[in-house]
Structure formats: C-alpha cells, structure tokens
C-alpha cells in the first residue's frame, strides 16, 4: 500500500470518527446552499450569503471558488493568504470589483507580527502551514495579524461569513476569535490534519458553547451558524 493510499485511509478513518462522535450534535437545515468547487466548496446559509454581506476568506491557496461565487451574490469579500503561490493566483485572476480585496497576510491570535510558515511535504501544493502541521523544515517568513486588527483596519464593524482554511492554525484562532472575537454570524472551518478526534471534539464544543449551531459537515469542513450571544 502506497503512503498516499495510507494517508487516505487514515483521513477517511477518523473523518468517521468525527462524524459519529459530533452526529449529535448537528442541527440541519434547510436553507443551505454550497458555493465553490468540488474541492474548495463550503455551505452556508442563503439568506447570510447575500448582497451586503461582509466575507473574511483566510487560505486562499489556488481556489477561490468560494470566494468568487460570494463575490457574485453581491458580497464584499476579503480574501487572506500571504504564501508566494497564492499571492501570484490570486493575482493572475485581475479581479477588478470594488467589493474585493486581497491581503498577502495570514490570520494569527497575535497581534502585527512575522512567522515562518512551513512548506508542505508535497512540492505540488500551496499549503503552507504557520504551525507546521506538515512536519518540514523549509519554510518562509510572512506577515500575520488577528481578524479584529484587520476589521478595524478596513473599517468594518462585523463579520457575516469567516472561512478559516489556515493549515492548522484554526485552532489558535478559534481559542482567540472566542475568547475576544469577532465571533461571525456563518463559521467556516477545516479542521486539518492530522490532528487526535479529542482536540477537534473539544474545539467543536467550544465553538458550540459561545452560541454557535453545527449545521453541516462535509469531510473535514465544517460549518456553524450563530444563534445566540
């Protein structure tokens, strides 16, 4: 059995896991619907992803679907990612619409600062990882700050969707974002590997005890929607 095959079963292998453990904790609905592309898509509420809307968009890789398809419904979208080949797609693209930014940065719990961000195993992918989840030692230097320094450098009071795609960083957010927030109304997370099940369980619970609904788990994306302060 190749280590590509092993790693898969493995990841499917604890994705069941998860989906039993958390199975009772999710609360369908039924205005969900899926932005993106097969690989990079996420659900979220209709009526949140809707013209007016503020979208924060951390890891953006060389996939913005999600991105695009929130810009399309009439969003505004800030899309984050400070690693060299996500920087260099998002570019190519030539988005010119005003409700679109890009900033070459990563979301941390910290304020204005530099980290070294590790490269993955697999030389083909953009997935650099501030936590090194990836187990390597090459790396590159790039600029991070917390969600909230962000929001009050653009001059926005609220965030309606947050997509965390962030290499295992989310965890190091999540604790910061729920302890002093923002907390959005539409929570998008991947929770990478690998990670033990305990720590993504504690992590789902946590975000479920600051007022949060788990409405929807698709492999390792997970989304929540806000139902009570």
């Known amino acids: 059995m190749t280590s590509r095959l092993v790693k898969a079963v493995r990841l499917h ?3 069941v896991v998860l989906r039993a453990r958390l199975h009772g904790y999710l609360r369908h609905r039924r205005d969900l619907i899926r932005l993106g592309s097969e690989l990079c898509g996420w659900w979220v509420p209709a ?6 809307a503020v979208a924060y968009c951390a890891g953006a890789g060389e996939d913005i679907t999600f991105d695009l398809a929130l810009l399309a419904r009439g969003c505004s979208v800030t899309t984050l990612d400070p690693t060299p080949r996500a920087v260099a797609y998002v570019k190519s693209l030539l988005i010119q619409d005003e409700r679109f ?8 719990s910290e304020e204005d600062a530099e980290l070294p961000f590790y490269a993955p195993r697999n030389p ?3 997935n650099f990882s501030a936590v090194n989840l ?3 030692s090459d790396y590159i230097l790039a600029r991070v700050k917390p969600v909230q320094t962000l929001m009050t450098e653009f001059g926005d009071t609220h965030i309606d969707i947050l997509k965390l795609d962030i ?7 999540l604790e910061s974002l729920l302890e002093s927030g923002p907390l959005a109304t539409v929570l998008c997370v991947e929770f990478d590997q690998p990670q033990p099940p305990s720590e993504t369980i504690r992590m789902v619970r946590k ?6 609904e788990l409405v929807h788990i698709e492999f390792y994306n997970y989304t929540f929607v806000r139902v009570r302060d």
């Open 124 to 126: 083909s992918s953009s």
């Open 207 to 212: 975000i479920l005890g600051a007022g949060y």
């Open 134 to 136: 990836h187990g390597t």
């Open 167 to 173: 290499e295992g960083a989310e965890y190091r957010v």
């Open 101 to 108: 930014r890009f900033v070459p940065v990563g979301v941390w």
């Open 47 to 52: 009526q949140v992803a809707a013209p007016g």
């Open 13 to 15: 292998a604890v994705h």
